[in-house]
């Protein structure tokens, strides 16, 4: 009789130790889905109809990297600075992404006057590659233009 009452407790016992439920959070997209470094391969400007080829220049990179919450942008030369006019850029704050709206808030950036300031864009993200697409607004700089930025994933 007791090894029945032991080896029922063992039972139960066993059948409470899965695992435990896991707690869920809302989220509108998969977790890290933008998190890792993204490589500039085109980018285009729009300023009423006209549209302009910006980056990359034959001699420049970019790359933008995110995390859970935060990104950063770095554009260089590739001679590293052994130039008559070099090359380097950055930036980077912080980032919320609902469906495919995503708004940056640029905290900090080598163009000082673009700081402290929120962009919103529309986002796609398929396979490893990355479209970002929206306005950038700035009046007092009389900045006014859409931009369209792809990148890929570096692997």
């Excluded at 940056?104 to 590659?129: G, I, M, P, Q, S």
């Amino acid at each position: 009789m007791k090894t029945y009452y032991l080896a029922s407790f063992l039972l139960l016992a066993l059948c409470s130790c899965g695992n435990p439920p896991k707690a869920t959070t809302e989220t509108t997209e998969p977790a890290g889905k933008l998190d890792g470094t993204w490589h500039l391969i085109s980018s285009k400007s729009i300023v009423k109809n006209d549209t302009t080829v910006t980056t990359p220049p034959k001699d420049q990179e970019m790359f933008k990297m995110f995390n859970a919450t935060n990104f950063a942008f770095f554009t260089h030369d590739l001679v590293h600075g052994k130039t008559a006019k070099p090359v380097y850029s950055s930036g980077a704050g912080t980032y919320t992404l609902s469906g495919d709206d995503y708004t940056e808030h640029l905290a900090y950036c080598d163009a000082r006057d673009w700081e402290n300031r929120d962009f919103k864009f529309k986002l796609t993200v398929k396979n490893d590659t990355l479209v970002q697409k929206g306005i950038e607004k700035i009046d007092s700089l009389k900045v006014d233009h859409e931009i369209i930025e792809t990148y890929v994933k570096v692997k």
